[in-house]
C-alpha cells in the first residue's frame, strides 16, 4: 500500500508539469506568426531570432524547476509515510504490550485448560453424598453440593453460658479446653460415631445414612447421648440442633410443630436435597424445656453468634427461669417479610438424655404413598452395632495389627487416628485470592469445590497442599477411590501455569479462621509435590487395583495436569546452574526474624542461609524434584506415554556425584543448602531514642527486638544447621545404597547430640546454633528441635529401603528401624493415653505433645507405622 500511495504521488506532479509546458505553447506561436509578418526586415528578423532564444531558454529552466519541485514534493511524501509507518508499529507494539501485560494477568486465576478431573460428583455418588463434611464443627452435616443445605449442633451447660456467648460449643476450638473429642469409628462412607468430654459431660454423637431406594443422597439419623460424669455436677444441658441454607442455597426451610406430639422439626426443599422433614425423637431421659429461633442469619460464619444474640430469659410454669429462644424472628425488607434461611431448636434437658434426629427424603413419592423412614430407636441401635463388627473386621484385614501383637487399647487407639483422619474429610466450595507479578493487586480465583482431609480440625480445618500428600499415604490404605477422588479436586485447582495454590480458604466458615494476612495466595511460591508420594505408593502397592478401567481412567486425566505441575515446579522453582533449585516466598528484608522463614518449604523456620538471594540452593527441593522424575517415569510407562525424558531427568538429578558437588559440604561430610549466610545473627531490643520514646509510651509496651547481624555473610554451605533439610537425601531414597555418605548420615540420626531422641528423630541438631531459637520475639520455636510425624515416617521408609537393599550398610539400617519404629508408637500412644489427643508434634525431650490439638493429619501416620505399610 506504501508503495502505490507513493507511485500515485509521483504521477500527480507529472501532469502538473505538462500542464505548465501546454500554456506556454500559445505564446510561442503568436510571437511565431509575427515575426513572419515582418520577414522583410533583417534587424526585426534578427531580434525576433534572439528573442525565441532566450524564450526557448527560459521555458527550460523553467522545466527544470519544475523537475526540483516534483522530486522534493515526492521526497517528502516518502519520508512522512515512513513516520507514519513507524509510528504506527510503535503504537501496534505498544498495544500488544499492553495486550501481552493483559493475557499474564489474567493467567494466575485462568483454570487448566484440559478435561475437568472431576466428573462424578455430588449425586452422581449418591453413597458420599451426605456426610460429616463440616470438620471445622463438633458435629455436624452436610452434602457435596456447592450450596449445600448444612445441619449441626451446638450445646452450653445452662450455668455455664457466659457473656458474649462464652460456653456455647460449636466451632472445634482449642481454648474451649475440651478434655477429649474426636471420632472413634468413622468409615467415611457409612456411618461415623464420636466421644466428646466437655467436663461433667461425656457426649456420644453418632450418625448412619440409608442411601437405598431414595432420591438425592437418601435419608440419616443423628443420635446424641449425653451422661454425667460427675454426680456433683450439672444435672442439665442445652442442645441445639439447627438447620441452615448457605447464601446460594436455592431452596426454603420451616420450622413444624405439632403441640400434641414432642416431634418437632424443620420441613424443606432444595435443589440439593429435593422435599425432606427432619424430626427430633427423645429416646430417654426428661427434657425441661424446648424452644426454637426462625431467623434470617447474616452468614454461615454466624450461627452462634445469630443463636446468642437472640437468647431470652422465660419463666416456666413452676416460676422457674431458663434460657430459651423466641420462636419467630424474621427480618422485613419493606413490607415484605424475608424467608428464614436458619431455624434452631434447643432442647434443655436433665442427663442422662438420648435424642434421635431423623433426616428423611420424601421427594418422588406421590401423596398416598408409604414413605420409609430412617432408623431410630432400638433399630437405629442395633444398625449401629451392625456398621461397628463392619469397621472393626475391615480395619483388622487393612492393618493387621491384632496379628502383629498389638494390645486391644492400642488397636482403638489406632481406630482413633484412622477414623479421624476419615472424619475430617470435608467439602468446601469458594475461590481463593491469588496473586501474581503481574497483578497490582490480588484477584480472586475461579469457584471450585474442594473435597479433602484436613490436618487439624480446631486449628487447621482446610486443605494443605503438601500435608494432603501425607494424608493421602493413610487414605489410599482404607479407601484408593476416596483418595483418587480427593487427589482429583486438588488437580482441578491446578491453573493454566501449572501452579496450584498451597493453601485452601474456601468459603465463608473457613475463611473467618484465618488472619487476612495469610489469605492471598502467590503464584510464585510452591509447596513440596508430595501427592507424587501417593503415586508412588499406589504404582508399587496398588498395581493391581488400578488396573481397574474407572481407576485408569482417572490416572489418564491426571496425567496432562501431573506433566504441567511437575515442568511447572522444574521452571519457576530451578536456581541458577542445572540442577539446582530453590524455594520461592522467603524476604530478603526481614528485619523481626532471626532467620527468614521457607513456608514455601513446608519446614517454616527452619534454618536456611541467613540472607535470602537468587543464588541460593535448597537440598530438599532438589530430592522432592528428583523423586519427582522418577514417578512420572513410572507412570509414563504404565499409561503408555513417552517416558524418556522423564527417566533422564531422573538420573540426571538422582546422580550422587552431582549431588554432592552441588550440596556436600567439605567441611562437614554432611549435605545442606548453599547460599549467602552467617551464623553471627541475634535478636535485640533496639536502645530507647528519642524517636522512638514517644511510640513506646503511646504502645505501652517496649520496642519489638529485630535482628542484628554480627558478622557479614559469605557464600557457603549452609552446614551447622544439621537436621531434618539435610535428610532429603536419604528420605527420598536418592543415595545410593552403598554411599559412604548413607552411613555418615544414618550415624548422624542415630547420634543422641544430634537427632536422635527415645521419643523420634528430633528436627534440628541440638548442635544446632538455633536450637530451640525463637525466630521472632513472639515466634516460639516450630521446626528447630520438635519431632514431627510425618518426617519420622518418611525416614523409617527410608531405613526399611536401605535395610533391604544387600550392601554394607543394611545390617545398620535395619538394627535403627527397629529402634526408631518402637519409640515413635510407644510415645504418641503414651501421650494419647495421657493427653486424649494426637499432637501437632512431640518435644524431643520430654516427649510431650506440643502445638495444636487434635491433630489428626499427617500423625495418624503412626498407623501405617504401626503396620508397617510404606
Known amino acids: 500500500m506504501a508503495r502505490q500511495r507513493n507511485n500515485s504521488s509521483a504521477a500527480g506532479s507529472s501532469n502538473k508539469s505538462n500542464k505548465s509546458s501546454n500554456h506556454s505553447t500559445p505564446t510561442e506561436n503568436s510571437g511565431s506568426s509575427q515575426s513572419t509578418k515582418l520577414s522583410n526586415s533583417g534587424s526585426r528578423a534578427s531580434t525576433t531570432g534572439s528573442s525565441t532564444t532566450s524564450q526557448i531558454g527560459n521555458e527550460k529552466q523553467k522545466s527544470r524547476n519544475h523537475k526540483k519541485k516534483a522530486t522534493f514534493n515526492l521526497s517528502s511524501k516518502l519520508i512522512l509515510d515512513k513516520w507514519k509507518t513507524l509510528i504506527g508499529c510503535v503504537c501496534l507494539g505498544v498495544a500488544s504490550y499492553f495486550g501481552y501485560l493483559g493475557y499474564l494477568e489474567t493467567r494466575v486465576n485462568t483454570p487448566f485448560d484440559n478435561q475437568k478431573m472431576v466428573i462424578r460428583t455430588g449425586l452422581d455418588i449418591p453413597e458420599i453424598y451426605w456426610g460429616s463434611y463440616r470438620p471445622l464443627n463438633y458435629f455436624g452435616l452436610k452434602t457435596r453440593d456447592p450450596h449445600s443445605l448444612v445441619t449441626g449442633l451446638m450445646w452450653y451447660a445452662p450455668s455455664n453460658l ?59 439419623t443423628a443420635r446424641i447421648s449425653v451422661k454425667n460424669t460427675s454426680k456433683a455436677w450439672d444435672r442439665s444441658i442445652s442442645l441445639i440442633w439447627y438447620v441452615a441454607l448457605d447464601e446460594r442455597t436455592n431452596g426454603r426451610i420451616n420450622y413444624i410443630s405439632d403441640e400434641k406430639s414432642p416431634e418437632s422439626g424443620v420441613y424443606g426443599e432444595t435443589l440439593g436435597t429435593g422435599e425432606f422433614q427432619l424430626r427430633f ?57 424475608l424467608d428464614p434461611n436458619f431455624i434452631a431448636i434447643q432442647i434443655t434437658a436433665e442427663v442422662n438424655f438420648t435424642l434421635d434426629i431423623s433426616y428423611q427424603s420424601i421427594s418422588g413419592f406421590s401423596i398416598n404413598e408409604l414413605v420409609p423412614k430412617p432408623l431410630t430407636g432400638r433399630d437405629y441401635t442395633t444398625s449401629l452395632q451392625d456398621h ?33 483422619m476419615l472424619g475430617g474429610i470435608g467439602y468446601f466450595y469458594g475461590s481463593s485470592k ?63 501455569e501449572g501452579w496450584i495454590p498451597r493453601e485452601q480458604i474456601l468459603g465463608v466458615e473457613a475463611l473467618a479462621k484465618v488472619p487476612e494476612e495469610f489469605v492471598i495466595q502467590h503464584n510464585s511460591n510452591a509447596n513440596p509435590p508430595t501427592f507424587f508420594l501417593v503415586l508412588k505408593k499406589l504404582l508399587k502397592h496398588h498395581k493391581l487395583e488400578l488396573g481397574e478401567k474407572r481407576r485408569l481412567d482417572v490416572l489418564e486425566r491426571l496425567y496432562p495436569r501431573l506433566q504441567a505441575w511437575f515442568s511447572w515446579y522444574n521452571t519457576t522453582q530451578k536456581g541458577d546452574e542445572p540442577g539446582a533449585y530453590q524455594w520461592r516466598g522467603r524476604d530478603p528484608n526481614t528485619e523481626r526474624e532471626l532467620n527468614p522463614k521457607t513456608l514455601t518449604s513446608g519446614l517454616d523456620d527452619f534454618p536456611r542461609a541467613s540472607h535470602p538471594t537468587n543464588k541460593e540452593r535448597h537440598i530438599d527441593i532438589r530430592c522432592w524434584i528428583a523423586f519427582a522424575s522418577g514417578v512420572m517415569a513410572e507412570l ?15 538420573s540426571f538429578l538422582q546422580n550422587n556425584k552431582l549431588l554432592n558437588n552441588q550440596h556436600l559440604s567439605p567441611y562437614t561430610g554432611n549435605y545442606a543448602d548453599w547460599g549467602l549466610h552467617t551464623d553471627s545473627v541475634v535478636l535485640k531490643r533496639p536502645q530507647l531514642t528519642q524517636k522512638n520514646l514517644q511510640r513506646v509510651q503511646q504502645q505501652h509496651q517496649p520496642l519489638e527486638m529485630v535482628r542484628i547481624v554480627l558478622k557479614q555473610p559469605d557464600y557457603r554451605y549452609v552446614d551447622s544447621n544439621f537436621g531434618y533439610v539435610s535428610l532429603f537425601p536419604f528420605l527420598l531414597e536418592i543415595l545410593d545404597h552403598d554411599s559412604i555418605y548413607l552411613e555418615k548420615l544414618m550415624r548422624n540420626i542415630r547420634d543422641s547430640e544430634m537427632l536422635w531422641t527415645k521419643y523420634g528423630l528430633r528436627s534440628l541438631s541440638k548442635a544446632s546454633p538455633l536450637y530451640q531459637k525463637r525466630n521472632t520475639e513472639h515466634d516460639p520455636p516450630y521446626w528447630r528441635g520438635a519431632i514431627w510425624i510425618n518426617i519420622n515416617y518418611l525416614a523409617l521408609k527410608a531405613l526399611r529401603h536401605y535395610g533391604t537393599i544387600e550392601g554394607p550398610y543394611a545390617a545398620f ?55 508397617e505399610k510404606y
Open 281 to 337: 425423637h427423645p429416646i430417654k431421659g426428661k427434657i425441661l424445656h424446648k424452644s426454637y429461633l426462625s431467623t434470617v442469619a447474616p452468614s454461615l460464619s454466624k450461627l452462634k453468634e445469630t443463636v446468642f444474640t437472640h437468647f431470652r430469659v422465660f419463666t416456666d410454669k413452676k416460676g422457674q427461669r431458663y434460657v430459651g429462644l423466641p420462636g419467630e424472628m424474621i427480618s422485613h425488607n419493606g413490607n415484605v417479610a
Open 813 to 867: 539400617a535395619r538394627e535403627i528401624y527397629t529402634e526408631l519404629r518402637e519409640n515413635l508408637i510407644e510415645n504418641v500412644f503414651k501421650e494419647y493415653r495421657r493427653t486424649g489427643y494426637l499432637w501437632e508434634q512431640y518435644d524431643d525431650i520430654t516427649g510431650q505433645g506440643k502445638g495444636c490439638y487434635p491433630f489428626t493429619g499427617w500423625s495418624s501416620l503412626i498407623v501405617l507405622i504401626m503396620s
Open 434 to 496: 491469588v496473586k501474581s507479578v503481574y497483578t497490582s493487586k490480588p484477584v480472586p480465583n475461579w469457584k471450585s469445590a474442594l473435597y479433602t482431609a484436613v490436618p487439624s480440625r480446631s486449628f487447621f480445618p482446610r486443605g494443605f497442599l503438601w500435608d494432603e500428600g501425607f494424608h493421602g499415604l493413610l487414605l489410599s490404605s482404607w479407601d484408593i477411590d476416596i483418595e483418587l477422588d480427593i487427589m482429583s479436586h486438588w488437580f482441578d485447582l491446578l491453573n493454566i
Open 636 to 650: 509414563s510407562t504404565l499409561l503408555g506415554k513417552d517416558d524418556i525424558r522423564y527417566y533422564e531427568t531422573a
Open 162 to 220: 457466659g457473656h458474649g456467648g462464652k460456653g456455647i460449643r460449636h466451632w472445634c476450638d482449642m481454648a474451649d479446653n475440651l478434655d477429649k473429642y474426636g471420632w472413634t469409628h468413622h468409615d467415611a462412607r457409612n456411618f461415623g460415631i464420636q466421644i466428646i468430654h466437655d467436663l461433667p459431660f461425656e457426649i456420644k454423637t453418632s450418625f448412619i445414612k440409608y442411601t437405598s431406594g431414595k432420591q438425592f443422597g437418601g435419608d440419616w
Open 388 to 420: 461397628i463388627a463392619a469397621f472393626d473386621n475391615r480395619f483388622e484385614d487393612t492393618f493387621n495389627l491384632k496379628v502383629r501383637g498389638f494390645s486391644p487399647e492400642e488397636i482403638n487407639f489406632a481406630k482413633y487416628a484412622v477414623s479421624n
